[in-house]
């Protein structure tokens, strides 16, 4: 909390986690209620688990990309994943500001329990 009040004082705009969830949900309540645009890391954090699934479909398929060719596959999935948070934010909770956290974790929900109806589970 001490560190985001210092980045509030100190005039910052946006904060991306770079972990899985090293910041508490009290400061990020408060980045918010500043209008900190907050991006969660399950959606800024993500390219890391993007690019071992771009390895591993390589490895499946007997392929070898070039540096380049990864670079664009992983931007754009972090393209869709921000394009994804941003409009589920927008339609599902709408504020003064993005809250990229609520719409990260509804994308997510409805991307599972649309993946569970597919396959008859709900």
Known sequence: ?????KLVKNGVKLVAEGANMPTRADAIAFLQSKGVLFA????????GVAV??????QNSERLS??????????????T???????ETAKK???S???DYVSGANIYGFLKVARAMMAQGLV
């Open 1 to 5: 909390m001490e560190d985001a009040e």
């Open 40 to 47: 969660p890391g399950k959606a800024s954090n993500a390219g």
């Open 52 to 57: 071992s699934g771009l390895e591993m479909s």
């Open 65 to 78: 990309w070039s540096r380049e060719e990864v670079d664009a596959k992983l931007k754009q999935i972090m």
């Open 80 to 86: 869709n994943i921000h394009d994804n948070a941003y």
């Open 92 to 94: 599902y909770a709408p």
């Open 96 to 98: 003064a500001t993005i």
